[in-house]
């Protein structure tokens, strides 16, 4: 369940209709197989993944869930029991400022550091990544990922590719596929599916010839 509890420093009309149309949302109660959008609480609650809608963001006024947020921006932390517990999700915290910011790293890093005390946790800040070969894998990478990180779980999951040569493209939002060769392409990938709220992101692996 998203828990309805919120804390606000000063108070915020804008902020209140938010919390308010999230406390009216029929899908509340989240599983694996409910279909959330482009809902970052919903999407965090089923990814275990934070995730952020930083001032990059495009708006997409066809997108409910995207309307409702506005312009206003946003970092979700799913929230876990210790190491001890079996990573038993507790819930979700919603961090919802008026005027969205570059970044929500040090936001993340700070409330980590929060919940590390009280004995609770939240995974990183990262992107689910889907990968076609021979077959379709899945994981995730954080958003400070590098390109080495990525080539590395690539031929984790792919270990016929360990000792070939190959290339990583994906795909951008306009359908095209594009090269990740280095940390700089990488990065602007990640940032491209954050910023239009992507669910994943679809890439394609290659044997050089």
């Known amino acids: 369940m998203l828990t309805d509890q919120t804390f606000m420093s000063t108070p915020d009309e804008g ?3 938010y919390r308010r149309r999230c406390l009216e949302n029929r899908y509340r109660f989240v599983g694996l197989e409910t279909s959330v959008g482009n809902w970052l609480a919903g999407r965090a609650a089923q990814t275990r993944i ?3 809608r930083t001032i990059h963001h495009v708006l997409n006024h066809e997108d409910q869930h995207s309307v409702d947020i506005g312009g206003k921006g ?4 799913p929230v876990f029991f210790g190491h001890d517990a079996g990573n038993k999700l507790v819930g979700i915290i919603e961090f919802v400022t008026t005027v969205p910011k570059e970044s929500y790293v040090e936001d993340f890093e700070h409330i980590h550091d929060l919940l590390k005390s009280e ?9 689910t990544i889907k990968v076609e070969y021979n077959h379709m894998i899945k994981f995730t990478l954080p958003l400070s990922a590098t390109f080495t990180d990525l080539h590395s779980k690539v031929t984790q999951r792919f270990t016929d590719l360990e000792h070939e040569e190959f290339r990583v493209e994906y795909k951008d939002i306009k359908g095209n596929r594009l090269p990740i060769s280095s940390d700089e392409d990488l990065r602007v990938c990640m940032a491209e599916s954050s910023s239009k709220g992507g669910k994943f992101i679809r890439m394609y692996v290659l044997l050089n010839t």
Do not use: P, R
């Open 119 to 127: 004995g609770l946790k939240s995974e990183y800040l990262g992107k």
């Open 15 to 17: 902020l209140e209709v």
């Open 50 to 52: 934070s995730d952020h």
């Open 74 to 77: 946003q970092l979700v932390l």
